[in-house]
């Protein structure tokens, strides 16, 4: 197979470039010459894996099909998982599929590109310790769909033990820490209004952050607010703390253990070890190093998103966020249509840091906004910080649905919470 362009990840940057050029080139010229590769057949907004980790969001209702995706904005898409790359023939090659039993459904494929651009993301980053690979991730939709069966597991193990509690062990104070924590609570108090009194049970939360605060990349304000948030709602956050040690039942940190029944590892940003062999200059987290126009080592392909380390300012690289890849895939489309046209793109990528919103709980939320509103940093919270933080959601889903079907989509999700509850027991 060859396509012009070969877009490998459909995460919210990869998702977006595919769904911008097919629209652009049209119902038939984009399926000729646009694909999408990815190793799951459907796409979920990662920044919200936390709220299918603890149940509030229904995975098999807000994920979107990359086929009916692309049928929508006139792209191909190609299940498949990238197992090498060849630079120099612009050629790679997917892992076979395999069927439940082992046999296999698809064999290996190649497929040759003309351009190619590399948005396949990150992962967490262990730091060498001891046992953290038995803690729950939280980077892939069957990652948050494995920790919320576990869950609810305990769940049920909880509301029949003599002590009647449960502990939840977070490391990590980013923003999928601190609003993990929020949306368990929110689970367990939806929870307990099902159960009668005697199968009540204490959720006990702690956030274990090796820096002096969390949310180290948000501004002093919106880190000391939800802090402040957070332990109004019983959340323990234990900053200053190193984890030496993940065991089965507890924590072992340099401020001492801390048991628990559920441990999630939400510390770090680190690109796949695999990343290092695709023939591409990579740093020590494994991501593709690129320049200011996202150009790789190789010519004719680029990298986007979390896996790319692209240069920003004062020696500080463009952080991993979703607003970033967003403002990537615009970048991108433009360059890879001037290239369809023949001609090139001569301004570099700025990377413009329009803030950062951490969601709290279902009416609550902490925030600063850039671009002079009251100053450098605009500090937001409470329901009006909320709803900015959905607003994130519908402004991805608009990229790539429109917005008579981002609103459609919006509302169904409203009348389902309405019908069914917002917490998902099963």
Not at 361 to 377: I, Q, R, S
Request: aromatic share 6%; proline share 4%; glycine share 10%.
């Amino acid at each position: 197979m060859h396509y012009d362009i070969v877009i490998v990840g459909g995460g919210a940057g990869g998702l977006e470039l595919a769904a911008q050029m097919g629209r652009k080139l049209g119902r038939r010229a984009g399926k000729e010459r646009i694909l999408l590769i990815d190793r799951s057949s459907f796409h979920i907004w990662k920044p919200t894996l936390h709220e299918v980790a603890a149940g509030t969001l229904d995975v098999h209702q807000e994920g979107l099909s990359y086929s009916i995706l692309g049928r929508a904005n006139h792209f191909s898409f190609l299940l498949g998982d990238l197992a090498a790359l060849d630079p120099t023939a612009k050629r790679l090659t997917l892992k076979p599929i395999a069927s439940p039993d082992g046999g296999v459904l698809v064999p290996e494929r190649s497929i040759t590109f003309t351009w190619g651009v590399l948005a396949i993301g990150s992962g967490s980053n262990l730091f060498g310790t001891p046992g953290a690979e038995t803690a729950h991730l939280l980077e892939r939709t069957e990652d948050a769909e494995a920790f919320h069966t576990r869950l609810l597991a305990t769940f049920m193990k909880a509301s029949f033990a003599p002590e009647r509690t449960m502990g939840v062990a977070i490391v990590g104070g980013g923003a999928t820490g601190v609003e993990l924590s929020a949306e368990l609570l929110e689970a367990h108090r939806a929870l307990l209004d099902a159960l009668g009194a005697e199968q009540r049970f204490r959720l006990d939360i702690t956030i274990v952050e090796a820096a002096p605060r969390i949310l180290g990349g948000l501004p002093d304000k919106t880190s000391a607010q939800a802090t402040v948030a957070l332990e109004r709602k019983g959340v323990r956050v234990r900053t200053g703390a190193k984890v030496l040690a993940v065991h089965a039942d507890r924590l072992e940190t340099s401020h001492g253990d801390i048991p628990a029944d559920l441990i999630v590892w939400a510390a770090g940003v680190k690109a796949a070890d695999s990343n290092a062999a695709l023939g591409l200059e990579t740093n020590r987290l494994n991501q593709f190093v690129v320049n200011e126009r996202l150009e790789s080592s190789a010519p004719d392909i680029w990298a986007l998103g979390d896996c790319a380390a692209c240069p920003w300012k004062d020696g500080k690289l463009v952080p991993a966020r979703a607003q970033a890849a967003h403002q990537q895939a615009s970048y991108l489309a433009k360059v890879l249509l001037a290239r369809l046209r023949q001609a090139r793109v001569e301004e570099p990528y700025v990377y413009k840091d329009f803030g950062s919103l951490v969601s709290l709980g279902e009416n609550k939320g902490v925030g600063a906004l850039m671009g002079g509103l009251g100053g450098p940093n605009f500090f937001i919270e409470g329901l009006v910080a909320k709803w900015f933080y959905v607003s994130l959601h519908l402004a991805h889903h608009k990229a790539i649905l429109g917005v008579t079907k981002t609103a459609l989509l919006a509302l169904a999700r409203l009348l389902q919470q309405r019908v069914a509850g917002r917490l998902k027991l099963h």
